[in-house]
């Protein structure tokens, strides 16, 4: 059955790659995306999200800006990964949809209220705007199938010896969702650093020749390149589409249940996941934890739903730009 999904990102190259594998994939369904402070800050996600729904075509779901800041702390965005405009390696044109007015907080609260059971909310950022959400109503813990987020670590983090990016920009935000009491999936470093773009990936995206493909070509490689000269990697890791990936088919991510906290604290441990499978002092657990991925499967998904995708419809003749 097509899993309905709440995207909630920071754009981003791998987030835009998120995007085109929700859209591109049957098993999943884009009810909404809803942007957030992260990667950049929220008018340059925002733009980011709506240039990728260009790109792909994508007319018929509601982007939504959402939070400008974490909950508590200042924003920390990542240029060095990401580059000026978050979406470096393609020429963007403008935007030919905008986002609503509405508040992503707002969009998130009123879809899943009248669809109970049925959305499952993917975030794929900081959690800013999701634990906003549950503040406002705390029933969307009842009436959401499920959490599934890209964030978090058990193996070490890639900000901090201890902590990755999405839960250490809003550690406040993070604690919030795990304990809002609904199903959580945490999709972390785990996970996604096994999700490496390969050469031979490079080649299969690029022989599908269509102009989602080569946009995707283009991001990944200055994506490559940029973790090349921050992190010394030669295979970027695609960490956001891992999390729609388990949505549209979990057995490409095995997981385990876990008891998993968030360290608030300002020292050295700030933001860290502590993640508990054992639970031997019986605590109760709050979370599915990721625990690899088929990798083989993964990039099927994701280079299938590239070729799914059709290409960039052009602007209806007398369309007006957004404002
Ligand atoms: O740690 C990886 C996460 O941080 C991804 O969501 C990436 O887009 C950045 O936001
Ligand atoms: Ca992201």
Redesign the pocket.
Known sequence: MTRRIILDC?P?H??AMAILLAHGTPEVSLAAITTVA??HPLELTTLNALRVCSLAGIRDVPVAAGCAAPLARPLLT?PEIHGTTGLEGHDWDEPAVRAVAEHAVDVIIEMVMSAPGEITIVP??PLTNIAMAVRKEPRIAWRAREVVL?GGSYTGG?VTPGA???IYVDPEAAAMVFEAGWPVTMVG?EVTRMANASEAVFERIAALNTPVANAVEGMLRFYQRQQQTSVGVNEPPV??PCAVARVANPGLVPCREARVEVELGDGPTKGMTLVDFRRRDGTQANAMVGTGLEVEGFWDLFIGSLGATPPTPAPARGASAPG
Do not use: V
């Open positions: 920071d981003g791998d987030d992260g990667n990542a794929i950022g890209m890639n990755e990016f999405n470093l960490h956001d």
